[in-house]
């Protein structure tokens, strides 16, 4: 009796259960909306407040205090300036660091040494690089705060991104490559070379850019190395003085509580920089889904 | 005759083949043998970064024990680094700093695993594929982004609602710490809960849970290391963030713990000091590394920590 009773309640008990079960998934969804609703506020505000005084004379007039004349030429060289250290720095040293481990370190303790090494340097704080490029770029080798310590600074930044995944890539060309080539009596290099790399390379440069985006949005370690936002000469160098699109939008932030127009010129400074990290990645998502072999 | 001289055109081509060949051979022998060197040099570079960090913020922060006992700087409240008799106490800016990723984490933890759970047990894959890549488009926006945003917009908002807040604080900051950590949070918790086998979950449903009480008395306890892991690495990433707090909390060193007040954290010190030209050897100089260090160690504890909990605690299937 007691038993049949309880099968007789099951429906209204699993009713109430399926109930709360549908609530919380409205809920569950409603939070991974907000994260995307804050990004569409952001976006909104920052176009909004940017947008205005966002033309081509803001993209080519020099720095002035005036906010009705300044413009971002200086930030925006300057950032090619350092890209232009970073991109060669970041490719050679990462791609090579990750050609030694997936192709010639042997397992044991040398490779999970640097691999642990690169999963922890990921961790470390961007100022704390700051602080390094500032004591041995800047000051111990004595370059003072240039495009050449700031490029070397961020490249140090990105490199454990760029290490991981191509090291992901190498992994991921197909076995029986490298086994016909070897077959062939080719060397390992010429193996490496002509048949590993090539084969690699569209996710090398996903990757690759992916580091860059970074680099380019990176404000802290600029900070450290004193980067100035003042009416300075555009760079034309590797050992002249550089501003950057982030430290423009810091000390504009910084100001706008003395002059509110700083406010809009950050935020169309903003706009610049977001246009540019979209370009970049669209780029790595095109490269990725054009090369993406299916071996 | 004509093969005559063919013949001997051969027997010298033979043998500078044989030459060439040699040549060659050793070329590609020196190539064998150097490229994994050099490849090696390139691969010590990153090591050299590590070095390089301990070493500078080690060597330089030793400058600044031997003026400041160390006790004093982690037992000390009072930070006056600029006055006739300067103070160097470590504590307002590990306040600060803590009590920002403390919001952040407030924010970011129910949000973020919510997220994961959505996308990873309620969500089509469809609906999938397109929120998870917009969500981490949140975790792109370059931090000076959220560091306008906060003083900007947050900010001004808090202080209409609240308005004993000053213009600068700890709580805007916070916040969109918070929002800027949710990706990871999301992301790194997915992951580990994707990773459930579905027999399992198939095997609670079949006995008549809702998806609700699957997630949570099933998915959630088998995935809790990796879920744990998201969370201190959040906490670790919004203990290194700068650009957010240096803007939207200013650079009050006063030892409180009230959420309307500017506070400093450990990184919106270290720009605030090494932009303001500290005369080098200075005592002020030094402690930027003391800083430094501390706020490393913090980070590296922390991360060494998310890696333990997701190896130790694991469950296998």
Do not use: C
């Not at chain 1, 404000?219 to 100035?228: N, R």
């Not at chain 2, 024990?65 to 009072?78: H, K, Q, R, S």
């Not at chain 2, 917009?153 to 000053?166: D, G, H, L, N, S």
């Not at chain 2, 008549?208 to 990796?226: D, N, Q």
């Amino acid at each position: 009796m007691a038993k049949s009773q309880a099968v007789m309640r099951q429906p209204n008990k699993i009713n109430a259960r399926v109930r709360i079960n549908t609530f919380w998934k409205s809920i569950f969804f409603l939070s991974t909306l907000f994260g995307l609703f804050v990004l569409a506020i952001l976006i909104y505000r920052v176009v909004a407040d940017g947008m205005a005084w966002l033309d081509l004379s803001f993209l080519t007039s020099r720095l002035s205090t005036d906010p009705n004349t300044a413009g971002i030429s200086g930030a925006i060289l300057g950032t090619l300036w350092v890209m232009l250290v970073v991109i060669p720095v970041t490719l050679i040293v990462g791609v090579g660091t990750a050609i030694y481990l997936e192709m010639y370190a042997k397992k044991g303790f040398m490779k999970s040494i640097i691999e642990t090494n690169i999963a922890n340097l990921a961790g470390v704080p961007s100022i704390v690089y700051g602080l390094l490029g500032l004591t041995v770029f800047v000051r111990l080798m004595a370059f003072g705060n240039v495009v050449l310590a700031g490029g070397l600074t961020l490249s140090l930044l990105v490199l454990p991104i760029l290490v991981v995944s191509a090291q992901e890539a190498l992994r991921a060309v197909p076995g029986y490559l490298e086994e016909a080539s070897y077959g062939m009596g080719a060397t390992k290099w010429q193996t490496i070379r002509r048949i590993i790399l090539p084969a690699a390379i569209p996710s090398i440069l996903t990757g690759a850019i992916l580091a860059m985006s970074r680099a380019i949005g990176e404000t802290a370690p600029l900070t450290v190395l004193g980067i100035p936002a003042l009416l300075i000469p555009l760079p034309g160098g590797l050992f002249d003085t550089f501003t950057a699109l982030p430290m423009q939008i810091y000390y504009w932030t910084l100001d706008s509580s003395l002059v509110a127009e700083y406010a809009n010129l950050a935020a169309a400074t903003i706009i610049v920089l977001l246009v540019i990290l979209f370009i970049l990645n669209s780029i790595a998502i095109f490269i990725r889904n054009k090369y993406q072999q299916s071996y | 005759m004509t093969s005559h001289s063919k013949k001997e055109n051969n027997a010298v081509s033979v043998s500078e083949m044989i030459a060439q060949n040699k040549q060659k051979k050793s070329f590609h022998n020196f190539n064998e043998k150097s490229i994994p060197v050099f490849l090696f040099l390139l691969a010590s570079i990153t090591i050299l970064t590590t070095i390089g960090i301990l070493y500078t913020l080690i060597s330089e922060a030793i400058h600044f024990f031997m003026e400041v006992p160390i006790l004093d700087f982690f037992t000390g409240t009072e930070l006056k680094p600029l006055s006739q008799d300067p103070q160097f106490g470590i504590l307002p800016l590990l306040n600060g700093t803590l009590i920002s990723s403390i919001i952040a984490i407030l924010v970011a933890g129910p949000i973020g695993l919510m997220s994961a759970i959505y996308l990873s047990e309620y969500a089509s894959d469809k609906v999938r594929r397109v929120l998870k890549p917009l969500l981490e488009v949140l975790a792109g926006i370059p931090t000076i982004v959220y560091g306008f945003f906060a003083f900007t917009f947050v900010t001004p908002i808090i202080r209409a609602i609240w308005p004993q807040v000053e213009a600068t604080n700890i709580l805007s900051p916070g916040l969109v710490m918070g929002v800027m950590i949710i990706p990871m949070i999301a992301s790194l918790s997915e992951d580990a809960m994707s990773s459930v086998p579905n027999r399992i979950r198939e095997g609670s449903l079949a006995m008549g849970t809702t998806r609700l009480e699957t997630t949570f008395k099933v998915v959630i306890p088998a995935a809790l290391s990796g879920i744990i892991a998201s969370f201190v690495l959040a906490i670790s990433r919004a203990i290194g963030e700068t650009m957010i707090v240096t803007i939207a909390s200013g650079s009050s060193k006063n030892f409180t713990f009230d959420l309307t007040q500017s506070m400093q954290t450990m990184t919106a010190y270290i720009v605030e000091v090494s932009g303001g030209e500290a005369p080098a050897g200075s005592t002020l100089h030094y402690s930027l590394y003391a800083v430094a260090l501390t706020l490393f160690a913090f980070t590296l504890i922390m991360n060494l920590l998310a890696k333990y909990v997701s190896r130790k605690f694991r469950e296998e299937y």
